[in-house]
T-cell receptor
Framework: DVKVTQSSRYLVKRTGEKVFLECVQDMDHENMFWYRQDPGLGLRLIYFSYDVKMKEKGDIPEGYSVSREKKERFSLILESASTNQTSMYLC???????????????FGSGTRLTVV | GQQVMQIPQYQHVQEGEDFTTYCNSSTTLSNIQWYKQRPGGHPVFLIQLVKSGEVKKQKRLTFQFGEAKKNSSLHITATQTTDVGTYFCARSGGSYIPTFGRGTSLIVHP
């Protein structure tokens, strides 16, 4: 089975800190995604990447950046954490379009970030 | 991204009752996917529907795709406490980027 691993399950950071959330997948997937999940708002796409060193903005990229230096790893960076970035962050991966439609998207277990 | 609207937001049922959640779009969908997220867990892919009028079953779960490919539904027959969670639909028509509905949270009372 595909495994998507997020480095931390819980994180507490201070306002203004630079925060790195790491995601690693082990099945050679081309596409990787970062979502945040908030009660009543569902899953909102922050950034995605369809290849190494490639990135595209999602629906809510403000305050975030990403890095994909290797195919298996996709990092989400909060340049200066703020309290409104307290949320559950979910990483996902998929094969390229076509196959992804058969197998869907595989999510990591999530990182619950609290900014104080 | 273009929205998919899910209703209801919450649904309380007694164990053994049926449950249905609906996913609607103002534009035609190339396909629709359904995911389940258990409390404290992460979304897990359940199924994908592609064809107009398509119906697929997984044990007590029945998934339908509308004839016009603008809506979809997930029906659970005789709910069990293990069905508790949030059910999301997602569209990815025209691209590989899924856009998720806000989900329907199912609460099953024993």
């Amino acid at each position: 089975d595909v495994k998507v691993t997020q480095s931390s399950r819980y994180l507490v950071k201070r306002t203004g800190e630079k925060v790195f959330l790491e995601c690693v997948q082990d099945m050679d997937h081309e596409n990787m995604f970062w979502y945040r999940q908030d009660p009543g708002l569902g899953l909102r796409l922050i950034y995605f990447s369809y290849d190494v060193k490639m990135k595209e903005k999602g629906d809510i990229p403000e305050g975030y950046s990403v890095s994909r230096e290797k195919k298996e790893r996709f990092s989400l960076i909060l340049e200066s954490a703020s309290t409104n970035q307290t949320s559950m962050y979910l990483c996902a991966s998929s094969l390229s379009y076509g196959t992804a439609q058969l197998y869907g998207y595989t999510f990591g277990s999530g990182t619950r970030l609290t900014v104080v | 991204g273009q929205q998919v609207m899910q209703i209801p937001q919450y649904q309380h049922v007694q164990e053994g009752e049926d449950f249905t959640t609906y996913c609607n779009s103002s534009t035609t969908l190339s396909n629709i996917q359904w995911y389940k997220q258990r409390p404290g867990g992460h979304p897990v892919f359940l199924i994908q529907l592609v064809k107009s009028g398509e119906v697929k079953k997984q044990k007590r779960l029945t998934f339908q795709f509308g004839e016009a490919k603008k809506n979809s539904s997930l029906h659970i027959t005789a709910t069990q406490t293990t069905d508790v969670g949030t059910y999301f639909c997602a569209r990815s028509g025209g691209s590989y980027i899924p856009t998720f509905g806000r989900g329907t949270s199912l609460i099953v009372h024993p």
